[in-house]
């Protein structure tokens, strides 16, 4: 069974950085593209950003509203995909997303599993 | 980017009704678009891909149609888990963009 589990969400200032981890299991990891998509409460979903599996550099890609702020990492070893977040705004907070993507890894097509979750709120 | 607009935002339906949402796309986006549903609390399942291809076991009463820059999700006779928003996502090109969102409701 393909599963996804986000941690790493909660109460943090704006300026400051938080980690977000998604830990998977019951599929080859290295054999997906992976996306982090998020939800502002009471609001639509927005893509984040976008990583390539090892096979096509593990490139990424983001939207231009975190683009500079925002980091996608990998670590295939552990089946865990990483979203550093860094001079977090107001305007970041979010329930945060991890999905699979279910293209071919180096072409993003959108999301077939998605994790449950984790909520990031930005607040002094 | 791409934008997506989605209409209506949202609608009321009795049970076993035939429920139609549209899609439309900025520029051509071929058949790369996704359907989702998203129940209250709950992340986004995958309903449809490539505009009209059904994920695997979802139900039959569910279909998508189009191509190009004009979209079409229906649900042919409305059950009550079916209470939920639903979202479009082209994925023609990045950076991936979703509709608003459609909130179905019972009336």
């Known amino acids: 069974e393909v599963q996804l589990v986000e941690s790493g969400g909660g109460l943090v200032q704006p300026g400051r950085s938080l980690r977000l981890s998604c830990t998977t299991s019951?599929?080859?990891?290295?054999?997906?593209?992976m996306n982090w998509v998020r939800q502002a409460p009471g609001k639509g979903l927005e893509w984040v950003g976008f990583?390539?599996?090892?096979?096509?550099?593990?490139?990424?890609e983001y939207a231009a509203s975190v683009k500079g702020r925002f980091t996608i990492s990998r670590d295939d070893s552990k089946s865990i995909a990483y979203l550093q977040m860094n001079s977090l705004k107001t305007e970041d907070a979010a329930v945060y997303y991890c999905?699979?993507?279910?293209?071919?890894?180096?072409?993003?097509?959108?999301?077939?599993?998605w994790g449950q979750g984790t909520l990031v709120t930005v607040s002094s | 980017d791409i934008q997506m607009t989605q209409s209506p935002s949202s609608l009321s339906a009795s049970v076993g009704d035939r429920v139609t949402i549209t899609c439309q796309a900025s520029?051509?986006?071929?058949?790369?678009l996704n359907w989702y549903q998203q129940k209250p609390g709950k992340a986004p399942k995958l309903l449809i891909y490539?505009?009209?291809t059904l994920e695997t076991g979802v139900p039959s009463r569910f279909s998508g149609n189009g191509t190009g820059t004009d979209f079409t999700f229906t649900i042919s006779s409305l059950q009550p888990e079916d209470i939920a928003a639903y979202y479009c996502q082209q994925y023609d090109n990045l950076p991936l963009t979703f509709g608003g969102g459609t909130k179905v409701e019972f009336k």
């Open positions: 490539d505009a009209s």
């Open positions: 019951g599929f080859t990891f290295g054999d997906y593209g």
């Open positions: 520029q051509d986006i071929n058949n790369y």
């Open positions: 990583i390539r599996r090892k096979a096509y550099g593990g490139t990424t």
């Open positions: 999905t699979r993507d279910q293209g071919d890894g180096n072409n993003a097509k959108g999301d077939d599993y």
